[in-house]
């Protein structure tokens, strides 16, 4: 699943503390953030300055039913 182009990183990070389990954003530089670790938000929110980071990162949830509660944030 790919994150929107407009997505909102502080609702999705919001939305990611409901998911049962990890939540990871994937960039197309190799980088692999747990969006459940603050320093990892911190790393994210910080992206935010860099669209072309974001515009290519992908979500992978480990549990198949928080992938509902991301909808909204995503495209496959």
Request: aromatic content about 6%.
């Amino acid at each position: 699943m790919f994150l929107n182009d407009d997505a909102d990183i502080l609702k999705l990070i919001k939305a990611v503390r409901n998911c049962k389990e990890d939540v990871y954003l994937l960039t197309e530089e190799g980088d692999n953030l747990n969006l459940k670790s603050t320093l990892c938000q911190y790393a994210v929110v910080a992206m935010v300055a860099k669209p072309e980071i974001l515009v290519r990162a992908q979500i992978k949830c480990e549990n198949e039913a928080d992938k509902d509660s991301l909808a909204e944030f995503v495209h496959d």
